[in-house]
């Protein structure tokens, strides 16, 4: 079940193959992984928070708007709602907090957060299959023992959950979940798990493109939003989160969708939440403490997982920075305001780029990070039509956060389950969907 459709016919379901995963489930410290649970439900609380804060978001994209083109245009939808008062009443937060483990010079290892994704956060469906996939490996190795050991997780039931408690709480029995997706949809079968426990509790699921609801959506006097005729309660963004996605047409479908009374997971305000300048703005002291007032352990657990941010803004701190990285580029990461792996800029590439832009409003739109560096450790990565060989390889893991509020009040917020990526450590920057990593089980230690 742990299938993609292929790169020479997306489109067909009739050919297909495995995606792509590790041999051998690999090694996480447990107290690390307990930890990454643990902060979830803060994580979910804080993304929360930040969509209903305007000021707040106003405040750190200002200098981000001007420069970069795709937020800006999210940034004026979500100004446009605003302003016309929100339809919308439940809310459905399905994100995903991703972490590495940085190993200190003492041998010690930490947990550091990369980022969390507010939109699209994939592979809940497929991953949960692959615990069974390194159950099998391990007895056929003889490993009975250590294949008991391997932890069961379902995120597309955690989803899927999430979804259907916000679908109910809209209230129309008759109404559909539409699953928002791409024009070539490789990764169909990842969203089919989420959408098949849906259809067990009697849900009716849809699944439509942009070009489907300019061409087809429409909204009645109460906002209401409808799709060939079917009222729509749930709209799940598969879709949405990068530049290319937008044409007029697709501009115009956001802004109908946005401004129905559906439950968009996320609202275009919880999409801005995610973004890398928002998370480096986080990162400055007192800001956690001004977003949760009277949430001190939560913002203390949250604050552990963090590693260094640093702003590119104009001025003589960005100015610092900016030398500092150019001097020791290997010591950092340069990411710039996207969604969806293979963006990050590394090494020398790091630096030759912020020579060319450091004196240009052009280097706000970035962020700068500590370059975390984990342990790695060797493994098999079985791709199609990859020779096998053994890796050296580097882990990140995905904590699941979901989360429904109803007006004020939080009426679900929990951890979902885990996603484990590993890629071998010649590749610094990229996910499964940008084929890079591969899909992998934690074995706690």
Not at 37 to 44: I, K, T
Not at 360 to 380: F, G, H, V
Request: charged share 25%; net charge neutral.
């Amino acid at each position: 079940g742990v299938l993609m459709r292929t790169g020479e016919q997306p489109h067909s379901s009739d050919v297909v193959n495995y995606a792509p995963f590790t041999l051998l489930p690999s090694a996480v410290p447990r107290a690390l992984f307990e930890q990454a649970y643990a902060v979830q439900q803060d994580f979910n609380l804080l993304v929360d928070a930040i969509s209903q804060n305007k000021e707040f978001l106003e405040q750190t994209l200002a200098s981000t708007i001007k420069v970069d083109d795709f937020t800006a245009r999210l940034f004026r939808i979500y100004m446009q709602v605003l302003e016309e008062g929100l339809a919308q009443t439940v809310f459905l937060g399905i994100n995903r907090s991703d972490y590495m483990f940085d190993c200190g010079l003492d041998g010690t290892t930490a947990l550091k957060q990369i980022e969390i994704n507010t939109i699209a956060a994939s592979f809940g469906g497929l991953t949960s299959r692959m615990a069974d996939v390194h159950r099998l490996v391990l007895k056929v190795l003889g490993k009975t023992k250590e294949a008991s050991c391997l932890l069961p997780n379902n995120p597309a039931k955690g989803l899927a959950l999430g979804i259907a408690k916000a679908w109910e709480l809209y209230g129309s029995q008759s109404a559909v979940v539409m699953f928002l997706v791409e024009e070539v949809q490789r990764n169909i079968f990842d969203q089919r798990c989420v959408e098949n426990e849906l259809w067990k509790r009697n849900i009716r699921v849809i699944r439509r493109r942009f070009r489907d609801v300019f061409e087809k959506g429409s909204l009645d006097d109460s906002r209401r939003l409808y799709m060939d005729g079917q009222e729509v309660a749930v709209v799940y963004y598969r879709e949405g989160y990068v530049p290319q996605t937008y044409d007029q047409q697709n501009w115009e479908a956001r802004l109908l969708l946005e401004r129905s009374r559906a439950v968009k997971c996320p609202d275009i305000a919880t999409q801005l939440a995610g973004t890398k300048k928002v998370q480096q703005e986080l990162s400055r002291p007192g800001t956690l403490e001004k977003l949760l007032p009277g949430h001190p352990e939560a913002v203390a657990r949250m604050r552990a997982t963090f590693a260094g941010l640093y702003s590119l803004d104009k001025g003589e701190e960005g100015d610092k920075i900016a030398a500092k990285a150019i001097a020791d580029p290997e010591r950092f990461v340069l990411k710039p305001q996207r969604e969806g792996g293979g963006n990050n800029l590394y090494g020398e590439e790091l630096r030759q780029v912020l020579e060319n832009i450091k004196d240009s409003p052009e280097r706000t739109s970035y962020i700068l990070m500590d370059k975390i560096k984990p342990q790695p450790a060797q493994n098999y990565l079985l791709r199609a039509h990859s020779p096998l060989q053994v890796s050296e390889c580097i882990s990140e893991l995905g904590i699941f956060g979901v989360y429904v509020r109803q007006g004020q009040e939080l009426v679900l917020n929990e951890a979902a389950g885990h996603l484990l990526r590993t890629k071998a450590i010649e590749h610094a920057d990229g996910g499964v969907a940008a084929g890079v990593a591969v899909l992998d089980t934690p074995y706690l230690v």
